[in-house]
């Protein structure tokens, strides 16, 4: 005997793709913010190089600034000078204006 239950048709209606899914779920519990900032993080070696990268201690991002913490004073010096050409390469990298500013410890 057959159950009732949705049809076959009515099913492939309610079908959506992964990406619109996946999507409405980011908007709907507000984590674009949070996922955006991780993106920055983990870009930061790809967007800075290797040389910088092993250089650097940690890197986070609290209210919409980059922390980075780096082992070598010349380095830090550097970059210190070159702020607002490495925030426009991370918010370039990321898409949008995650990041308004640069600390470097």
Known sequence: MKKPGPSASSRRN?????????????????????LNEVTVVASWERVMGKPVALK??????????????????????ELMMAKTKVLELINAEVGEAVVREVVFL
């Open 56 to 77: 650097t201690k940690e890197v986070y991002v609290h209210q919409g600034k980059l922390f980075v913490r780096l082992t070598s004073a010349p380095l830090k010096h």
């Open 14 to 34: 309610d079908v959506i793709d992964l990406k619109d899914g996946l999507a409405s779920l980011v908007k709907a519990y507000r984590l674009q913010g949070k």
